[in-house]
């Protein structure tokens, strides 16, 4: 639990801030909030730990801490297990000694005290003392030097070897050494080496009070800084490596035989200095600071890139203790100080202080109760980075929060903006003021286009920025500033985007066209904006907004008069309607139609083919014919019909036309319709071959055959009308069409009908038409010749009453005589008729009479059965009586196929063989339920009498049984 006086120091506790924030954020779009954290930066708590005495020295490395009392004892204790420690008196070894100086490696595991005589008399003592053991052992080769200072080695890695470490005397010497504990854990020290290696008095007493080596990055080679009250000392060079072991002597050999060179001196009474490393994550040391009376020196230390350089640190400063608020007050030099990244703490014999090494300005201020003794010592762990204070009583630790808060506010007034962004902590509002410092620095200093390029990351007003480079006419600043705001809006805001889109277009349009206009669009200057305008285009959100103001940027543009550059955004944007536009408008037809060609969209062709074969109908055609089917030629019509003004057009339309029919034979009617308009306007030889390539067969033709008709009539096209009248079936038309073209054409349309009759009412049209011109009855003669479906007697009527008979004997003599042939033929024709069918009939009731010897039942109707069979049929009667057939026992009935000879059978003549009762069973279902009707004679019948004799039973059924 915390006393009541650790509390009312606490309360004292005095923090200072660097500075309140006082700028108002009016620039930025992020609301107004708290930028500073209220927590002190350093904090101290007290340890619960009472010492038996006075405290005089202490160290801590490691979290392992060792305090020297005035009552001769040592006080160990791991800050990891604060319960285990120990105290360990070295008073009687030395009864007249004096403790001067306690040094604890960095791993905490080697602890070298410094013990010199009270009286003067003695010698010095270096002591050594392993953290594991209890038992003090004097380093032998140390008498008669006084060790000021030790500088370990920070790369060992052993605990019980302190590797290579340089210690430092009064009189100035440098040494180099190696101690190790025994083996036998009794931790005595053994030093495998002792020897000076350097002296900086030169004769006279110059005590060392700091030494600090470390490597150089990965390579060989190492510095060294060794402070004396007044001078700061760098050395550098190569360490001399044997069997493994590591040397630092090496590095001083170029400096014994130079003049004493390559130090800083401050003046200072003091007779101590203090010597601090601040070292990063990586244990690199980055900063150093040498405490003096005039103030702290520090610099920044560059160990990876100063290889091979002179010297490791740079941006040297001194930092001024800070003034007592009492004038008439002086204070003193600090006694001790700890060096952080950004703060340099010092300890005074009461109070500790903390100054920014940034501003240099006092930012914490702490005073230690009287109570609790004098301040002894404030010293940092170099390996855990803790901060301790100790007093003559009580031990402090310090407690570092957030020591970067306001780093990034001290680089901004510095104007080292970009380590004032990176120690912000990415907060937008930090981040936004820097930005807006950054760019109105810029911006005064007359750097426009850097300034743009920071203002589109601030928060400022959109309007605001633009404005301040409109005043200043700096567009291309403006641009710049337009376009990395474009590139961080959020897709969701459109209109904005939008106007910025819109904005830039304008701005590259105008300073382009300012080029053309002075005559450098072959310049440099112009490429490259040209360049950079194309690249603008191609953004994805610039092609995206494109979509939505591409009307916008089309007429923005086409003002501007730069139709290059709309051709190559159509492009980008495949607007190709556009771009065939553009190209139609500058009158590159053949660009266009070449565009047209390589994009393959038939919907494209459709729209501007009239413009194109107005202007080049044969290109154009030749790129249609090259499309193929991809064009439909139905919806060509309308370009083809408006550009019907010459006969090249009209040549070029009829070459594609026919290149469509023949090649994917086109059925459109529309399309044939068409072409025989044309044909029938410009080429009426063509119109007929193209009519009889379509052939004869109204069903069959593609083309509207009523049309053609009526064309052909008004462009009195005669010989296309006696076509189409025939094709139509109107012959009459047709001849008489014919006729007047000529009569071999007139002879050709008669002999086209299918019916006969047809034909010669046709050749009789002609035979008028020839007799009635000429009365040429030799000519009429041949006539008859060449058309026999005429008689003389059809043509006589067309002759004059003066011609005589005379003129026609042979033939009319001769059309007798083809009458009487007739005549006697058909004779002939109905004498056979007659026999067959008298034949026929006998033979069909002969079949009757054999089948079924109805003797009995014709007897009631008849007489005597002569006057039924004639003479040919008792003929027939005779000659089956001669007739026989034979019966095999493997024979069987045809109905129920059992052997024939088992029952009475009937056989008939054609060979089927049935069962009486079989065949019996089989007829009267048909006389009793069939509907009677005609003979049924069929093919198949006539081979099988046995069959047709059912159907004759049918018949007599129906005649005789009445």
Same mark, same amino acid.
């Given at each position: 639990m915390t006393s009541i006086l650790d509390q009312h120091e606490q309360a004292s506790q005095i923090y200072h801030r660097n500075k309140p924030v006082t700028e108002p954020m009016t620039s930025s779009g992020f609301i107004n909030m708290q930028m500073d954290d209220n927590n002190p930066i350093f904090s101290k708590q007290k340890m619960n730990f009472n010492p038996s005495d006075v405290i005089t020295h202490v160290t801590v490395a490691s979290d392992f801490l060792v305090l020297a009392m005035a009552n001769g004892k040592l006080f160990r204790m791991d800050l990891k297990n604060p319960d285990q420690h120990e105290e360990i008196e070295y008073s009687k070894f030395y009864p007249n000694g004096k403790l001067t100086g306690i040094f604890l490696d960095p791993l905490g595991f080697h602890l070298l005290l410094v013990i010199t005589d009270r009286n003067k008399d003695g010698y010095p003592e270096l002591v050594y003392l392993h953290r594991r053991s209890g038992k003090l052992k004097s380093v032998s080769k140390s008498r008669n030097y006084e060790v000021t200072e030790v500088g370990w080695n920070y790369e060992n890695t052993s605990e019980s070897n302190t590797g290579p470490i340089l210690l430092g005397t009064s009189q100035g010497h440098i040494l180099e050494t190696e101690l190790e504990a025994d083996s036998d854990k009794m931790f005595t020290a053994n030093q495998h080496y002792w020897r000076q290696i350097f002296d900086l008095g030169r004769g006279t007493d110059m005590p060392i009070t700091g030494i600090q080596f470390h490597r150089i990055g990965k390579s060989n080679k190492f510095f060294i800084f060794i402070t004396t009250s007044t001078r700061l000392y760098q050395f550098m060079g190569p360490a001399l490596v044997t069997d493994g072991k590591l040397s630092l002597q090496s590095i001083f050999y170029p400096y014994l035989t130079t003049p004493e060179t390559g130090f800083l001196e401050i003046p200072s009474t003091l007779k101590y200095s203090r010597l601090q490393f601040y070292f990063d994550k990586t244990d690199v040391p980055k900063i150093f600071a040498w405490l003096t009376e005039p103030g702290v020196f520090f610099g920044q230390l560059d160990t990876m890139s100063q290889q091979?350089?002179?010297?490791?640190?740079?941006?040297?400063?001194?930092?001024?203790?800070?003034?007592?608020?009492?004038? @008439?007050?002086?204070?003193?030099?600090?006694?001790?100080?700890?060096?952080?990244?950004?703060?340099?703490?010092?300890?005074?014999?009461?109070?500790?202080?903390?100054?920014?090494?940034?501003?240099?300005?006092?930012?914490?201020?702490?005073?230690?109760?009287?109570?609790?003794?004098?301040?002894?010592?404030?010293?940092?762990?170099?390996?855990?980075? @803790?901060?301790?204070?100790?007093?003559?009583?009580?031990?402090?630790?310090?407690?570092?929060?957030?020591?970067?808060?306001?780093?990034?506010?001290?680089?901004?007034?510095?104007?080292?903006?970009?380590?004032?962004?990176?120690?912000?902590?990415?907060?937008?509002?930090? @981040?936004?003021?820097?930005?807006?410092?950054?760019?109105?620095?810029?911006?005064?200093?007359?750097q426009y286009q850097e300034s743009a390029s920071i203002y589109a990351e601030t928060q400022n007003s959109f309007e605001t920025v633009c404005l301040k480079f409109l005043e200043k006419d700096e567009l291309h600043a403006l641009k710049v500033y337009l376009f990395k705001r474009f590139e961080a809006i959020d897709d969701d805001n459109k209109t904005l985007i939008s106007m910025i889109v819109i904005w830039m277009t304008e701005l590259y349009l105008s300073r382009l066209g300012f080029l053309r206009r002075t005559g450098n669009e072959n310049s440099e200057t112009y490429h490259q904006i040209q360049s950079d305008f194309e690249v603008f285009l191609l953004h994805p959100k610039v092609m995206k907004c494109m979509q939505h103001i591409k009307s916008v940027i089309y007429d923005l543009m086409s003002s501007h008069g730069d139709q290059q550059n709309l051709i190559k955004l159509t492009l980008m944007n495949e607007d190709y309607e556009n771009v065939i536009e553009q190209h139609i408008y500058k009158k590159t037809y053949l660009e266009a139609l070449n565009m047209l060609q390589n994009l393959k969209k038939p919907e494209l062709f459709y729209q501007f083919v009239p413009t194109l074969i107005e202007e080049i109908p044969k290109q154009t055609v030749?790129?249609?014919?090259?499309?193929?089917?991809?064009?439909?030629?139905?919806?060509?019509?309308?370009?083809?019909?408006?550009?019907?003004?010459?006969?090249?057009?009209?040549?070029?339309?009829?070459?594609?036309?026919?290149?469509?029919?023949?090649?994917?034979?086109?059925?459109?009617?529309?399309?044939?319709?068409?072409?025989?308009?044309?044909?029938?306007?410009?080429?009426?030889?063509?119109?007929?071959?193209?009519?009889?390539?379509?052939?004869?067969?109204?069903?069959?033709?593609?083309?509207?055959?009523?049309?053609?008709?009526?064309?052909?009539?008004?462009?009195?096209? @005669?010989?296309?009308?006696?076509?189409?009248?025939a094709l139509l079936g109107l012959w009459e038309a047709a001849v008489e069409l014919a006729l007047r073209v000529g009569l071999s054409l007139a002879k050709e349309v008669a002999g086209m009908p299918d019916e006969s009759e047809q034909q010669r009412q046709m050749w009789l049209t002609i035979a008028e038409h020839v007799i009635t011109k000429n009365q040429d009855i030799k000519e009429?003669?041949?006539?008859?010749?060449?058309?026999?479906?005429i008689k003389i007697e059809d043509i006589l009527p067309f002759f004059s009453d003066v011609v005589t008979i005379d003129h026609f004997r042979e033939p009319i003599c001769q059309s007798l005589e083809e009458y009487n042939n007739q005549i006697k033929e058909l004779k002939t024709e109905m004498e056979e008729a007659t026999a067959s069918a008298e034949y026929v009939s006998s033979i069909l009731l002969l079949i009757l009479f054999q089948a079924f010897q109805f003797s009995f039942i014709l007897s009631r109707k008849f007489c005597n059965l002569s006057d039924l069979i004639p003479g040919i049929v008792r003929d027939e009667i005779q000659s089956f009586r001669n007739r026989s057939a034979l019966v095999s026992v493997t024979d069987t009935c045809y109905l129920c196929d059992i052997a024939l000879l088992l029952r009475p059978f009937y056989l008939f003549p054609c060979g089927h063989k049935f069962h009486a009762d079989c065949l019996l069973t089989e007829i009267l279902p048909t006389l009793c339920k069939m509907p009677f009707c005609s003979i049924e004679l069929t093919l198949t019948y006539m081979d099988q009498p046995c069959f047709l004799l059912i159907s004759l039973i049918r018949y007599l059924k129906k005649v005789i049984f009445i």
């Open positions: 091979n350089s002179n010297s490791v640190f740079t941006h040297g400063d001194l930092i001024n203790y800070p003034a007592v608020s009492d004038p @008439t007050q002086v204070e003193k030099a600090p006694i001790s100080f700890v060096l952080t990244e950004f703060h340099v703490l010092l300890m005074y014999s009461n109070k500790v202080k903390a100054v920014s090494l940034l501003n240099k300005e006092l930012v914490f201020e702490e005073t230690f109760s009287e109570v609790h003794g004098q301040l002894k010592s404030l010293i940092k762990d170099p390996k855990r980075k @803790t901060i301790w204070a100790v007093t003559e009583k009580a031990v402090f630790r310090f407690k570092v929060m957030r020591e970067d808060r306001n780093v990034w506010r001290i680089y901004c007034e510095r104007e080292q903006f970009e380590l004032a962004k990176e120690y912000c902590q990415h907060n937008p509002a930090f @981040t936004d003021i820097i930005n807006v410092k950054q760019a109105e620095l810029l911006f005064t200093k007359g030749n790129t249609m014919i090259a499309q193929g089917a991809r064009l439909n030629p139905s919806k060509l019509l309308p370009a083809f019909l408006s550009c019907q003004s010459d006969e090249l057009h009209v040549t070029e339309i009829i070459r594609y036309l026919e290149f469509m029919l023949q090649n994917f034979n086109m059925k459109d009617k529309a399309i044939h319709n068409y072409l025989l308009t044309l044909y029938a306007e410009y080429d009426n030889k063509t119109l007929m071959k193209y009519l009889e390539r379509q052939g004869m067969d109204v069903l069959m033709v593609n083309y509207d055959v009523h049309y053609a008709l009526r064309l052909c009539r008004e462009k009195e096209l @005669t010989e296309a009308c006696v076509k189409l009248s009429a003669m041949n006539f008859l010749q060449e058309c026999p479906l």
